[in-house]
C-alpha cells in the first residue's frame, strides 16, 4: 500500500487526516482487501507505522485518519477506513464530513449523493449547496437502557448503550433539572472513571464490532439557545471529541427514539464540548433508526508524508531508551 499524500481538515473543531495514494487519488485496494490485510483473529488492526500518523509528534491527539480506498462496489463512490492513535473506529461521522469537504477540496466532489463503503456498512453522503455536509448514518439502535455502572470513587453512572456505527454509553445529566458542562479537564476524569468501570464490570454490547463500548458520551444541557443538548464524548485513545460526534449523535438519536422524545424527522441540534453544531434528524427502520447528520468542515492542510527510518517516533511513542 502506498500511503503519501494527505489532507488535513476539521469538521466543526475535530480534525481529519485523509490519506491517499502515491498519485492523490484513492488507494489501488478496496476496503475488503485492506481489512484482509490488516487484521488479527478475524479483528481488523492497523500497523503501529500507520496509527502514527494521527498520533503525537506527527498530529494532534484527537486526530482520525480516513483511508481511501477504491470501491469495491460499482455502486460506491469510495471506501473508508477509519482509525485513531489507539484503534480502528467503526464508523466515523465528523471524518466522513471531512472527507467530503477534502474530495470537493482535491475536485473530487461527489455529483449528487454518494454511497460511501465502511467497515460497518454503507452511509450516504451529500454535499449542499450552503457548504454543509450531510451524511446518512448506518442504522443505529438501543442495546440496552438504564445500564449501572459502578464507579472506583463511589456511584454509579446510569445510561443508555446505543450503537451509531460505534458502540457509545450514554450517561445524561441533561434536561431542565439537568446539569452544565462543567471543565474538559473535569468531564474527562468523570468520563474516563466511567469507561475504567465498563472494562473493570466486562459489559459488552451486541455483535457489531465484537460488542466492545469504547465511546463514552456524556449529555449535558445546551449552553447555547440554539441547541437541543451538548455532549462530551471520549474515545478509545483517552482524548475527547471536539465534534459533536456523528456515530455518538445517532447512538443518541436511537435513544431519544426509544424513549418517545424525540418524533421521526424533528430536527435535533447536538453542541459540542466546545460549542460547535450537528444538525440531525432520524427516520425509523425496523427496530433501528436511520440517523442523518449533518455539520460544516474546513481544509488546513494538504501535503506528503516522510518516513524517516531513523525517527524514533516512527511507530506513534518515543522509542528511544532513555
Ligand atoms: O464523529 O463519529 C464521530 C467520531 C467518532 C470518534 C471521533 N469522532
Known amino acids: 500500500m502506498q500511503i503519501r499524500r494527505f489532507v488535513d481538515s476539521h469538521t466543526e473543531g475535530e480534525p481529519t487526516r485523509v490519506l491517499l495514494a502515491d498519485d492523490g487519488g484513492f488507494q489501488r485496494e478496496t476496503l475488503p482487501e485492506v481489512l484482509a490485510a490488516w487484521s488479527r483473529g478475524g479483528a481488523p488492526e492497523v500497523p503501529a507505522v500507520h496509527l502514527a500518523l494521527c498520533a503525537n ?160 458520551l456524556l449529555l449535558f444541557r445546551p449552553s447555547r439557545p440554539d441547541a437541543d443538548a451538548r455532549n462530551f464524548v471520549l474515545c478509545p485513545n483517552g482524548t475527547f471529541d471536539r465534534s459533536p460526534c456523528g456515530t455518538g449523535t445517532s447512538a443518541l438519536l436511537a435513544s431519544l427514539a426509544a424513549r418517545g422524545e424525540l418524533a421521526e424527522h424533528a430536527r435535533w441540534r447536538q453542541e459540542s464540548a466546545i460549542g460547535s453544531i450537528f444538525e440531525a434528524t432520524y427516520r425509523r427502520a425496523g427496530d433501528a433508526v436511520v440517523p442523518a447528520v449533518a455539520g460544516r468542515a474546513f481544509v488546513t492542510a494538504e501535503g506528503s508524508l516522510v518516513a524517516d527510518t531513523t525517527d524514533p517516533s516512527r511507530e506513534g511513542a518515543w522509542t528511544e531508551p532513555h
Open 57 to 216: 509528534p506527527r498530529a494532534a491527539d484527537a486526530t482520525v485518519c480516513a483511508l481511501v480506498c477504491r470501491p469495491s462496489r460499482p455502486t460506491a463512490l469510495c471506501g473508508v477506513l477509519f482509525w485513531n492513535a489507539a484503534a480502528p473506529l467503526g464508523m466515523c461521522g465528523h471524518a466522513t464530513i471531512g472527507l467530503v469537504r477534502t474530495l470537493a477540496h482535491l475536485g473530487m466532489a461527489p455529483a449528487g449523493r454518494a454511497t460511501i463503503e465502511t467497515r460497518v456498512g454503507d452511509v450516504t453522503v451529500e454535499l449542499r449547496p450552503d457548504g454543509r455536509v450531510a451524511f446518512e448514518n448506518v442504522p443505529a439502535r438501543v442495546h440496552a437502557h438504564d445500564v449501572e455502572v459502578v464507579l472506583e470513587q463511589g456511584g454509579v453512572a446510569r445510561g443508555d448503550i446505543a450503537w451509531g456505527g460505534n458502540w457509545f454509553f450514554i450517561a445524561r445529566h441533561d434536561g431542565a433539572k439537568g446539569r452544565a458542562m462543567r471543565s474538559h479537564a473535569e468531564e474527562l476524569a468523570y468520563a474516563n472513571a466511567i469507561a475504567r468501570g465498563i472494562a473493570r464490570m466486562g459489559l459488552r454490547a451486541g455483535p457489531e464490532n465484537g460488542g466492545l463500548i469504547d465511546h463514552t
